[in-house]
């Protein structure tokens, strides 16, 4: 331990073994040492993977000094985290990682009067906002990651977004930060602060000798662009100087000419240090809290999207743009646009985009005005934009709605790139250039040359309207002659932007890409500069070490960019013929899988498919990821899965590689820990941008480790083979459901399942079946050819629940179909497996699936079938969804054409709506639907309906009905998610989950208000926790349309 008067000894690799108690006693919060947690936090969204020594969740910003002070005694490296998004790296590092993002997220106070607000660290861009809503201001730095990057990286970051043009950038939105320095001392940057604490002042003085001593060269060396992120932002420093009057003295412009020249008191004394942090990137101190100055909210919006026939005609159009006064210019290429196209969320947000004179736009521009006087002015901004792009294809926007879908495809465009097929991906290297904007023409020309001088091509897009281009080479970072393209790549773009007059980092930073760079752009002299900062701040060199500046006791030169990747050592991969140009691959175990993975090219693509964007990470909207918005942990995201999945089947966390038995790669014990509480809603396959399908990868893992071990558990058997417990309990309903309520019956499902006494059992019912036939069949004994009827065909397909459990959703079905003029037939062909596939039982769910479609056939190839309805949107999704990803004996083109004539039944009830062989009377549907719902419907979507499909399939029908009277609720996962909700380990998260949203919307809705969801899990969760009941919406639909006061009229 150092003495009080000296600095202490950075240790490089400290025995945290031995280290890990006394911390964990030093502090109040969590301490994970064990190495799956360390490896969790190994990389951000960068391209690196650097096993950190361990990690802490501080109970509260308190807790997180006690934890730097620890680390301060001990010389033990530090690294504060927020949402983990870098893309440069600077949130991977051999240190203790600081996660403030669980527990110190709090908005401490707003000053309504001033424009103000105080706020943790932790706190994300959107939930802010979203706290500010009642208010008549918002925080207005909007990176594209906002839902899920904090202000705390914000600020080690100096985040700035789409509209920094009108708002600036962190740095000039921050009014003051409260920070732990490195020796654990509390101090607060903000202006003034200089004058009243000895501590920052003695810092203010430091810096501007530092500052005075380079000012020729920070004058020379830093760029002029709007946007700037490289290095320590001295420059700002010296404008603050000079703003007070100072002028270097005569004979000390040269940092070589000796002593500092004079930096008078008063002078030192004005300066804030506060911008000074802003990008430092944790290397200078510890955010715990800071004080923001917002922004008035604008009275009227509108974005104009451009459409343009090619790149250089967009980037030659925005300089003329900016004239009018927008609030934003961005830039999509047609790469980004294109695999929008393909995504499941992002293809509707294309539909805004208008086609360009030439087809498909090869370029797009975002024009946003922003207006403090009304619609009105936004109007006229619109027609002079129009005046300046004659003949360009142009849509211009002013409904919130569509404001907000143009945006979530621009900020989805990143996350897109991955999704690009091949070996090659758009690597984030060089993306973050900022030029001059009347330079950016010149700057993609030669910047596209580069590239294709390389052998590859780049994706393109960019904050246009501050010179910001964010483009992304495709390489393929496995091949060694990629990565030396890499190198050479960096190098001369980095040349480029600085002739042009740029830098090569306008907003992401330098972190482990471009700090090798520095040097190279600003000379050893400002290197020097940056190095006596950092030693100002940071004598023992324990924050963040090795960003911007040099680990202490290193050479002089920052890492190379390509160290540290995240990718494997490189080995052929299986089948590769040396004599070859296949590239080598990573090394995965050899497993035939139970997935196809094509549409992911390839099994060790899917398990490399995350890369790390975080979008995972969002608190609110949407469903993903259920478990984490409850725990906000990042073991809990789907990123922690996905880096847990690579991690665990590459043998890293045993620290052997795929050399390791097959046991061990698919039975690591904290990874399966890790998929336990994921819940496979399948959200992450829809709204991560680079469609991450985790519920797929934990089937395959679950389904490798039960082969591998060779033997199943009695939980899984039973939870899987649902279909046949239902049906044996269908038997003698009654008795079955007495028994369920026993003492006795809960201590066995307890013992043996596993399930938790506070949960109730499904009542079993006399089966569908029986009841068809009681109530009538037009398809005679089972099995037997159906009755000759003219009447077209609609198949219901009976599934676990409704044969079994809730067989009034069946017959509603018939009921409804039957009044709008069709023959209902019951199919019982067998299971659909997706308890099977949802308990790794893939290869019991194989079988189970073929038998099924040949059960099928006769329907499928039956010209009078309309369409085989579904009533249970988790069955319909293993039909649509997972049989065709299995590798099944079934033919492919089988599957494919049962999939398209699958339908939930009211979603085929509205898309035909206007072909029935009987429609139902508008008026009476009016007036029949107030009666059955006087107080309305709201309704909640399914995880695997909204994943797949979207809540519409079951809205647009009961809008037709209801009309205003529907609420579609905006609810993520009720919690419940099948076999999980039962589980006593998973009973409280389950409950958790469901308080995040559908619970509280449940309780406060109207005793007389219908709730609906088609959800078999999601209607079990409001019974049990919200202690009412929700009906399917096809009984709804039923009752309005084939109730006895219906509302269907004569054959149309």
């Known amino acids: 331990m150092a003495r009080d008067d000296e600095p202490p000894t950075l240790l490089l690799d400290p025995d945290m073994r031995s280290l890990g108690r006394d911390l964990a006693c030093a502090v109040r919060g969590e301490v994970r040492l064990g190495v799956h947690d360390r490896m969790l936090y190994a990389t951000d969204a960068s391209l690196y993977q650097v096993e950190p020594l361990g990690v802490v969740i501080p109970a509260d910003t308190d807790d997180a000094v006690e934890a730097v002070r620890f680390c301060h005694e001990r010389g033990i490296p530090i690294l504060p985290r927020g949402g983990g998004t870098s893309l440069a790296g600077q949130c991977t590092n051999r240190a203790v990682v600081i996660d403030f993002s669980p527990r110190c997220h709090a908005l401490v106070g707003v000053d309504e009067s001033a424009g103000t607000c105080r706020v943790e660290p932790g706190i994300t861009i959107d ?187 967009a980037m030659e159009a925005v300089n003329p743009i900016l004239t009018t006064g927008p609030s934003a210019v961005e830039l999509l290429d047609d790469t980004v646009i294109d695999l929008a196209r393909a995504n499941i969320e992002c293809r509707s947000y294309v539909d805004l985009m208008p086609r360009a004179a030439g087809g498909d736009p090869r370029a797009v521009l975002y024009v946003e005005y922003f207006s403090a006087q009304g619609d009105n002015q936004i109007a006229e901004r619109f027609e002079q934009l129009r005046g300046l792009v004659p003949g360009v294809a142009a849509a211009f926007h002013t409904s919130a709605g569509a404001m907000l879908r143009a945006w979530k495809l621009r900020k989805a465009g990143e996350p897109l790139l991955h999704g690009i097929p091949g070996r090659r991906k758009p690597i984030t290297f060089v993306e973050d250039n900022a030029v001059p904007v009347d330079r950016l023409p010149e700057f993609v020309r030669e910047f596209r040359r580069i590239v294709q001088e390389h052998g590859t091509r780049a994706a393109f897009y960019a904050h246009a309207s501050v010179g910001v281009l964010h483009v992304r080479p495709l390489l393929d970072v496995h091949n060694p002659a990629d990565r030396e393209s890499m190198r050479s790549i960096a190098v001369r773009v980095a040349d480029l932007a600085r002739g042009l007059g740029g830098v090569m980092s306008g907003e992401h930073g330098d972190g482990r890409i471009r700090g090798p760079l520095l040097e190279r752009f600003y000379g050893p002299e400002l290197m020097r500069a940056f190095a006596q900062v950092k030693a100002a701040f940071d004598p023992a060199g324990i924050l963040n070490p090795g960003m911007i500046v040099p680990r202490p006791g290193t050479s002089t030169r920052i890492e190379s960019i390509t160290a540290n990747l995240r990718v494997l050592p490189e080995q052929p991969a299986p089948g590769h ?65 996905g880096n847990a999945l690579r991690l665990a089947i590459t043998g890293q966390f045993a620290g052997r590689s795929a050399s390791q038995s097959q046991e061990g790669v698919w039975n690591d014990q904290e990874t399966i820990r890790t998929l336990d509480w994921c819940l496979s809603c399948k959200a992450c396959k829809t709204e991560c941008p680079s469609n991450v399908d985790i519920s797929r990868l934990k089937a395959e893992y679950t389904a490798q480790r039960y082969k591998a071990r060779g033997r199943i558990p009695l939980r899984a058997l039973v939870f899987g083979h649902v279909r046949w417990v239902n049906r044996l309990g269908s038997l003698t309903p009654g008795l079955a459901n007495w028994f369920n309520t026993t003492r006795p019956a809960r201590w066995v499902a307890r013992r043996l399942l596993g399930i938790d006494p506070r949960r109730s059992i499904p009542a079993f019912e006399r089966s569908l079946r029986s009841r068809w036939t009681s109530a009538g069949d037009s398809r005679g004994p089972r099995g037997q050819p159906p009755i000759p009827d003219a009447r077209p065909v609609v198949v219901l397909l009976g599934d676990c629940f409704t044969m079994y459990n809730e067989t009034g959703i069946g017959l509603a079905t018939r ?71 299995l590798r099944l004996s079934a033919p492919a083109d089988r599957r494919e054409l049962l999939a398209e004539r699958c339908f939930l039944p009211e979603d085929f009830a509205d898309r035909a709506w206007e072909s029935h062989p009987v429609r139902p009377d508008p008026v009476a549907v009016i007036r029949r639907a107030r009666a059955v719902a006087p107080e309305g419907v709201l309704l909640h979507g399914h995880c695997h309906q909204k994943a797949l499909w979207g809540i519409r399939t079951s809205g647009n029908l009961l809008e037709r009905l209801f009309g205003d009277g529907l609420r579609t609720l905006d609810t993520g996962c009720c919690g419940m998610a099948g076999s999980f909700g039962f589980l006593e380990a998973n009973f409280d998260l389950s409950m958790r989950i469901g308080e995040l949203s559908l619970l509280p919307a449940a309780r406060s809705a109207s005793p007389r208000a219908i709730l609906c969801a088609a959800g078999s899990s999601c209607r079990h969760q409001i019974h049990d926790a919200a202690g009412r009941g929700a009906v399917h919406p096809i009984e709804l639909a039923a009752e309005v349309i084939a109730g006895a006061d219906g509302a269907c009229s004569s054959p149309a």
Not at 140 to 165: E, V, Y
Not at 600 to 610: I, L, S, W
Not at 837 to 856: C, N, P, V, W, Y
């Open 815 to 885: 009921r409804l179909f039957e009044a709008l003029g069709y023959r209902v037939e019951l199919a019982d062909p067998g299971c659909c497996a997706r308890a099977m596939i949802s308990t790794g039982l893939l290869d019991h769910a194989r079988r189970t699936i073929d038998a099924t479609i040949h059960r099928l056939g006769r329907w499928i190839d039956d010209e009078r079938v309309k369409a085989i309805l579904v009533a249970e949107p988790s069955c319909l999704s293993a039909i649509k969804d997972d049989w065709r990803q």
């Open 127 to 313: 939930d802010l906002n979203d706290r500010l809503s009642a208010t008549r201001w918002f925080f207005a730095p909007d990176p594209a990651t906002s839902r899920h990057c904090n202000i705390g990286g914000c600020i080690g970051n100096n985040a700035a977004g789409a509209r920094s043009i009108l708002y600036g950038r962190t740095s000039e939105n921050l009014l003051a930060v409260r920070a732990c320095l490195a020796d654990g001392a509390v101090v607060q940057f903000s202006p003034g602060a200089a004058e009243s604490d000895r501590r920052v002042h003695s810092l203010t003085s430091a810096v501007c000798g530092i500052v005075a001593r380079h000012a020729g060269l920070i004058r020379e060396r830093y760029p002029r662009t709007l946007r700037r992120n490289a290095g320590y932002g001295l420059d700002m420093i010296l404008g603050q100087m000079e703003s007070a009057g100072w002028r270097p003295t005569a004979g000390h412009a040269d940092p070589a000419a000796g002593d500092a020249p004079l930096v008078p008191e008063p002078i030192a004394r004005s300066v804030d240090l506060t911008p000074l942090l802003c990008g430092s990137e944790g290397t200078l101190a510890v955010t715990l809290g800071a004080t923001l100055g917002l922004r008035e909210k604008p009275r009227a919006k509108g974005l104009a999207c451009l459409s343009f026939d090619s790149l250089d005609e």
């Open 577 to 641: 013929d040396e004599s070859s140009n296949n590239p080598l691959a990573p090394a995965f175990p050899d497993a035939e899988t139970y997935f196809e993975y094509s549409d992911q090219h390839g099994f060790d693509g899917a398990v490399e498919m995350c890369n790390g964007a975080g979008v995972c990470r969002k608190k609110q909207g949407g469903t993903m990821c259920p478990s984490y918005q409850a725990t906000l942990d990042e073991r809990h995201s789907t990123r922690g899965r």
